[in-house]
């Protein structure tokens, strides 16, 4: 079996270069964070694979592309601040803190935020901070944020997320059904009171479960 920076190295390549990953710190962010240690214990094997898989609480790891796609939408500078809602395994928020000075990511079930904390902290990235609680209404005690990732799919676009963009920062969120495709947004912030909109494409992720997103029962809470 390849050592897993080798394989690293190959998705890498395979699965972002070639599939049109360009900003070339998200390729080299992508190949320096060992997914390994952010996959459930027996799945190191599958690390490099080009999915999803799953972790604990029913939710999942994201496929490696929908990371370096979301990271490359968002258009991240070392100075930025970021939030990620969607903590997960806390693999897209140890990518992301390779990108940006700070990462602040949520993550409403307490288990997978104090295991992800765990795993940041063990690989040493210590500009994360993970916060358990609902993130569908941001972090308004942080922010302003100059890029806002969502990693679960909402109904529309939480308006409490919009306001709590710097001008000229980024939010890129899945928006669509409750479990089957969304399509991947990227909303600008112009000005104080204007936004541009831009998809790219469709993608499909669990549920944004909270106030401004959907009730467990896949009815719209906001
Ligand atoms: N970014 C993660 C990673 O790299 O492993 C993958 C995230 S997973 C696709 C989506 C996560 O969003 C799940 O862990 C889920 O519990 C979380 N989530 C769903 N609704 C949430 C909410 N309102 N606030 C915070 N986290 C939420």
């Not at 890498?12 to 962010?29: M, P, S, T, W, Y």
């Not at 490099?48 to 029913?58: S, T």
């Not at 209404?137 to 306001?163: C, M, N, R, W, Y």
Request: proline fraction near 5%.
């Amino acid at each position: 079996m390849p050592e897993f920076a080798q394989l690293r190295d190959r998705m890498v390549e395979i699965q972002l270069a070639r599939r049109g990953i360009r900003d070339r710190r998200v390729l080299d962010a992508m190949a320096q964070v060992p997914r390994e240690r952010f996959v459930e214990s027996g799945f190191e094997e599958f690390a490099y694979e080009d999915g999803a898989l799953p972790i604990a609480n029913e939710q999942t790891i994201s496929q490696p592309y929908i990371v370096a796609l979301m990271a490359e939408a968002a258009e991240l500078k070392p100075e930025h601040k970021l939030l990620e809602i969607g903590t997960g395994s806390g693999y897209a928020a140890a990518v992301a803190s390779r990108l940006v000075r700070t990462v602040h990511t949520v993550e409403r079930h307490t288990d997978l935020a104090k295991i992800a904390a765990e795993r940041l902290t063990a690989v040493g990235y210590d500009n994360c901070v993970v916060h358990n609680g609902d993130g569908s209404g941001g972090l308004p005690e942080e922010a302003p944020f100059d890029a806002i990732l969502v990693a679960a799919g909402s109904p529309t676009v939480p308006d409490a997320l919009k306001g709590q963009l710097a001008v000229g920062g980024r939010l890129v969120i899945p928006i669509g059904d409750f479990e089957h495709e969304q399509s991947l947004l990227r909303v600008t912030r112009r000005s104080d009171t204007a936004y541009d909109e831009e998809t790219f494409g469709a993608v499909r992720f669990v549920p944004l479960i909270g106030e401004h997103g959907w009730a467990e029962d896949g009815t719209r809470s906001a």
